[in-house]
T-cell receptor, first 115, second 114 residues
Framework: ETGVTQSPTHLIKTRGQQVTLRCSSQSGHNTVSWYQQALGQGPQFIFQYYREEENGRGNFPPRFSGLQFPNYSSELNVNALELDDSALYLC??????????????FGPGTRLTVL | LAKTTQPISMDSYEGQEVNITCSHNNIATNDYITWYQQFPSQGPRFIIQGYKTKVTNEVASLFIPADRKSSTLSLPRVSLSDTAVYYCLVGDMIGYSSASKIIFGSGTRLSIRP
């Protein structure tokens, strides 16, 4: 069974640029969530995708957007990067269905640095 | 959404039992309590989940009193490798409605000494 994978591992961008981060969910998982984790803080929920539709969003501006594909992999796009966007971006997958566990499986994250 | 309060840090020694308590006064009827462990530069890892009373698995126990306003994660006989940040989360992700989301707090930084 393949776990959650994310790419790239590290990324350096400059302020104002755009970035796309990618996530492959664990086999059989149809729900993907994205989190932003600043240094020394807990992960902050960005949004969740279930069957290719966004069905939950945290307090992040519209320049944070995402996609989920038919194979349940996902992308996180961030436009007009700001210095405060520097963080570890985590992707988590799970089975989204009634009776499923709250257990999420996290990937190793993408470390984004904005200069 | 229910917020959680945990101690910022805890220290213990190898072989000891460690109990980390989390307060969640505004827990909702449908909310579950979930604990995650996170090592530096890694994603969080699920430890245990519960709704009420006591839950035990191969790595930990979770104690939840009747009023569910707090919970205690118990790690038996800790080792150096248990040094990590532990997060208590309260929420309901079983339903896939738009209201389903999980809030991580700042976590408890557990340090285990030889």
């Amino acid at each position: 069974e393949t776990g959650v994978t994310q790419s790239p591992t590290h990324l350096i961008k400059t302020r104002g640029q755009q970035v796309t981060l990618r996530c492959s969910s664990q086999s059989g998982h149809n729900t993907v969530s994205w989190y932003q984790q600043a240094l020394g803080q807990g992960p902050q929920f960005i949004f969740q995708y279930y069957r290719e539709e966004e069905n939950g969003r945290g307090n992040f501006p519209p320049r944070f957007s995402g996609l989920q594909f038919p194979n349940y992999s996902s992308e996180l796009n961030v436009n007009a990067l700001e210095l405060d966007d520097s963080a570890l971006y985590l992707c988590a997958s799970r089975v989204g269905a009634q009776g499923a566990s709250n257990e999420q499986f996290f990937g190793p994250g993408t470390r984004l640095t904005v200069l | 959404l229910a917020k959680t309060t945990q101690p910022i840090s805890m220290d213990s020694y190898e072989g000891q039992e460690v109990n980390i308590t989390c307060s969640h006064n505004n827990i909702a009827t449908n909310d579950y309590i979930t604990w995650y462990q996170q090592f530096p530069s890694q994603g969080p890892r699920f430890i245990i989940q519960g709704y009420k009373t006591k839950v035990t698995n191969e790595v930990a126990s979770l104690f939840i009193p009747a009023d569910r306003k707090s919970s205690t994660l118990s790690l038996p006989r800790v080792s150096l490798s248990d040094t990590a940040v532990y997060y208590c989360l309260v929420g309901d992700m079983i339903g896939y409605s738009s209201a389903s989301k999980i809030i991580f707090g700042s976590g408890t930084r557990l340090s285990i000494r030889p």
